[in-house]
Nanobody, 126 residues
C-alpha cells in the first residue's frame, strides 16, 4: 500500500503558475504509475495528466496541454504537476493517484487507480 500527500495548492491570479507535489510513502514509489485529477464544484472528477513508472511517457488532458507538465522524481518519492498560464477554469481540488502497472504505461481513467491523496485546492482568480 502507498500513502499520498499533495501540497502546493493555493490562490493564484490568472496567468500565474503553481507547482503541486505529491509525496508518496509506504511502498517503492517507482512501482507505481502516477496521475493527477481534478474536481471542480458541481462537476465530476476529471483526468489532468499521467506519467508512467519510468517517467518516460506522459499523457495530458486537451484542456491543459502546453500549460501543465507532469514529472516524477523516484529518488525523492515525489510526483509533480507544474501548472502555468492558469485560467479560472483550472480552479478545482487537485488529487494525485497511484496505480501499479507496466513500466511504460500511462492511464487516464480514474477507476484504474488504486490509491488517492486527500487533495489540494487550487483557486485561480480573475
Amino acid at each position: 500500500q502507498v500513502q499520498l500527500i499533495e501540497s502546493g495548492g493555493g490562490l493564484v491570479q490568472v496567468g500565474g503558475s503553481l507547482r503541486l507535489s505529491c509525496a508518496a510513502s509506504g511502498r517503492t514509489f517507482s512501482g507505481y504509475a502516477m496521475g493527477w485529477f481534478r474536481q471542480a464544484p458541481g462537476k465530476e472528477r476529471e483526468f489532468v495528466a499521467a506519467v508512467s513508472r519510468s517517467g518516460d511517457n506522459t499523457n495530458y488532458a486537451d484542456s491543459v496541454k502546453g500549460r501543465f507538465t507532469i514529472s516524477r522524481d523516484n529518488a525523492k518519492n515525489t510526483a509533480y504537476l507544474q501548472m502555468s498560464s492558469l485560467k479560472p477554469e483550472d480552479t478545482a481540488v487537485y488529487y494525485c493517484a497511484a496505480r501499479t502497472g507496466s513500466y511504460y504505461s500511462v492511464v487516464t481513467q480514474a477507476n484504474a487507480y488504486d490509491y488517492w491523496g486527500q487533495g489540494t485546492q487550487v483557486t485561480v482568480s480573475s
